[in-house]
T-cell receptor, first 117, second 114 residues
Framework: AQKVTQAQTEISVVEKEDVTLDCVYETRDTTYYLFWYKQPPSGELVFLIRRNSFDEQNEISGRYSWNFQKSTSSFNFTITASQVVDSAVYFCALSEARVGNNRKLIWGLGTSLAVNP | KAGVTQTPRYLIKTRGQQVTLSCSPISGHRSVSWYQQTPGQGLQFLFEYFSETQRNKGNFPGRFSGRQFSNSRSEMNVSTLELGDSALYLC?????????????FGPGTRLTVL
């Protein structure tokens, strides 16, 4: 069965620290997508990234970077030089990329990140 | 471009009643997905509609139903409300299916069942 585990329930850092949010997934499929979403205190989830299972290149977007390792079934997210505005709950999600209609997202329980000034 | 809108934002109901939640997707998006978010269970997929057809369904009882109209607006209905239905209900739209690409989420409807 598909599963997404975000072992860190809550993380608290001081501004400007680097922080890594872990995501481990389980799937039997060879083709799938992985996602990260951010949910700030306002409540609306915001898309951060989608990664295809065939693309193991790490990605960097400003202060955000993602490390995808199929060998360990992990898709970790690092925020460099964290800022107070990064405080939010971050969700990792997995979806199968099957032909046909049976696609849905399986979500981790989220990691609540608090960045303190 | 206007974002995803959900109405109402807050709702208080009593056990046994029924409720209808509404979602207007971003213009041009044909996929609308619904999620239930609770502190204990996290985000759970309810169902997805694409061009008025239910394309996928989560593991929720039949009391939870939905539909999508020709203008892509979607409604979700919960009948015979139970205390455990208290949650934040999120709607998301996309130009692809929910499991394929970026989804844009609405602010949610906070349902409280007393």
């Amino acid at each position: 069965a598909q599963k997404v585990t975000q072992a860190q329930t809550e993380i608290s850092v001081v501004e400007k620290e680097d922080v890594t949010l872990d995501c481990v997934y389980e799937t039997r499929d060879t083709t799938y997508y992985l996602f990260w979403y951010k949910q700030p205190p306002s409540g609306e989830l915001v898309f951060l990234i989608r990664r295809n299972s065939f693309d193991e290149q790490n990605e960097i977007s400003g202060r955000y970077s993602w490390n995808f390792q199929k060998s360990t079934s992990s898709f970790n997210f690092t925020i460099t030089a964290s800022q107070v505005v990064d405080s939010a709950v971050y969700f990792c999600a997995l979806s199968e990329a099957r032909v046909g209609n049976n696609r849905k997202l399986i979500w981790g329980l989220g990691t609540s990140l608090a960045v303190n000034p | 471009k206007a974002g995803v809108t959900q109405t109402p934002r807050y709702l208080i109901k009593t056990r046994g009643q029924q409720v209808t939640l509404s979602c207007s997707p971003i213009s041009g998006h044909r996929s609308v997905s619904w999620y239930q978010q609770t502190p204990g269970q996290g985000l759970q997929f309810l169902f997805e509609y694409f061009s008025e057809t239910q394309r996928n369904k989560g593991n929720f009882p039949g009391r939870f139903s939905g539909r999508q109209f020709s203008n892509s607006r979607s409604e979700m209905n919960v009948s015979t409300l139970e205390l455990g239905d208290s949650a934040l209900y999120l709607c998301a739209s996309g130009d692809k299916g929910g499991g394929d690409g970026e989804q844009f989420f609405g602010p949610g409807t906070r349902l409280t069942v007393l």
